[in-house]
């Protein structure tokens, strides 16, 4: 756990610095309040200032909020009719977005309660994520994302393919697009003995698969959130599903193995963006290169997988398909769904065309004989 030495306000400021965007532990700290204007506010960290808000809670998120209208105003949109390039514009219009906004911090006590007038009780939000014990600083965006991600955990996700909601944790993917949940839903199972499913986040695709009748289902994932998020969804949903925890594949063969990789490669920037970017294509190639050795004969790989990298020049499908052949796959079928979220809509996003091309693909992969 990183820690905040820094002097402010001619005394010295220590505590356990609680961000899990990965930027560093602030150094140049100056304490603000009401009286602080979104003008100065800007100025000061973009001059790489943090800021420890000591004043009222809701004008800490005015002033946030009037922050994040000022970083997008300055920023420039890329433009172009190379996706790869305005692909990679706006990570780095975002990666710049994120690190200014996290410079507006604020106080936690050792219950992990916010030192501010008017502060909401968040301890049992932040404790779910963070253990208490000793005085903090958070960056306020992170703050609220947790508060927001309570919230979805109190209320879930109803998914129809479950008969019923999937409650995500912090930093675990809400299955808010669906589209894929319906793809394993559909695809015809070839058999119903045992089935995997390899980085399970939620759970959501384990318990599709045992909705759908299949005797043994094992759910992995590496990420500790991910497994308790995943037992209890199954758990609520009275689900018999094992939940391990795995580098991929669990021990064993299986007459399907699913597999949902972040879509995306390259570098995660937050906690969710983990579920979006698989740096070098790690999990992808993982799943297709040992695949073959977790299927009884006769079963399939269902590979999960958006064709958005290949819109935006980061993959090819050339490339993907020659992936198959040198993991000794062959395609024994693949069924296909149009994205039906919001910004495959937004013709205002640099990404639209892209977006809007996108087709979510399950691949059904079988050992080549």
Not at 8 to 14: A, R
Not at 259 to 282: Q, T
Request: aromatic share 6%; with cysteine; net charge neutral.
């Amino acid at each position: 756990m990183a820690h905040v030495h820094s002097a402010v306000d001619g005394g010295e400021l220590s505590g356990r610095w609680l961000c899990e965007g990965g930027w560093p532990p602030p150094e140049n700290v100056v304490a603000v309040d009401d009286e602080l204007t979104a003008d100065a506010a800007y100025r000061l960290v973009r001059q790489g200032t943090t800021l420890l808000w000591r004043g009222d809670f809701h004008n800490a998120r005015q002033v946030l909020s009037a922050l994040g209208r000022r970083v997008r105003k300055d920023a420039k949109t890329p433009k172009g009719d190379d996706a790869r390039a305005v692909f990679y514009a706006s990570r780095e219009a975002r990666t710049r977005e994120v690190r200014l906004l996290s410079r507006l911090v604020v106080p936690l006590d050792a219950e992990n309660a916010v030192v501010l007038r008017r502060a909401p009780d968040v301890r049992v939000a932040v404790g779910r994520v963070y253990e208490p014990g000793e005085p903090s600083l958070m960056p306020l965006r992170e703050l609220l994302g947790i508060l927001g991600a309570e919230q979805w955990r109190e209320q879930g996700v109803a998914v129809p393919a479950v008969g019923g909601r999937i409650h995500p944790h912090y930093g675990v993917f809400a299955p808010t697009r669906q589209e894929y949940v319906e793809l394993v839903a559909q695809a015809p199972l070839p058999g119903t003995d045992v089935a995997f499913d390899i980085g399970t986040g939620t759970g959501v695709l384990a318990a599709v698969l045992a909705r759908r009748g299949v005797g043994t289902v094992v759910a992995t994932d590496m990420d500790e959130r991910a497994l308790v998020c995943a037992r209890e969804n199954v758990e609520r949903l009275g689900l018999d599903v094992r939940v391990e925890q795995a580098d991929l594949f669990p021990r064993g063969r299986a007459d399907v193995v699913v597999c949902n990789p972040p879509w995306l490669p390259g570098k995660a920037v937050s906690g969710l963006d983990r579920a979006v970017y698989d740096p070098g294509g790690r999990m992808l190639h993982g799943f297709l290169d040992r695949l073959g050795a977790h299927l009884v004969p006769g079963g399939e790989g269902w590979l999960v997988l958006s064709d958005l990298a290949e819109h935006l020049g980061l993959r090819t499908r050339a490339e993907l398909l020659a992936r198959f052949e040198r993991a000794g796959l062959r395609v024994a079928g693949r069924l296909d769904a149009k994205p039906v979220h919001p910004r495959a809509a937004d013709a205002a996003d640099p990404l639209h065309a892209a977006r809007a091309a996108e087709v979510t693909s399950l691949w059904r992969l079988a050992v080549r004989a």
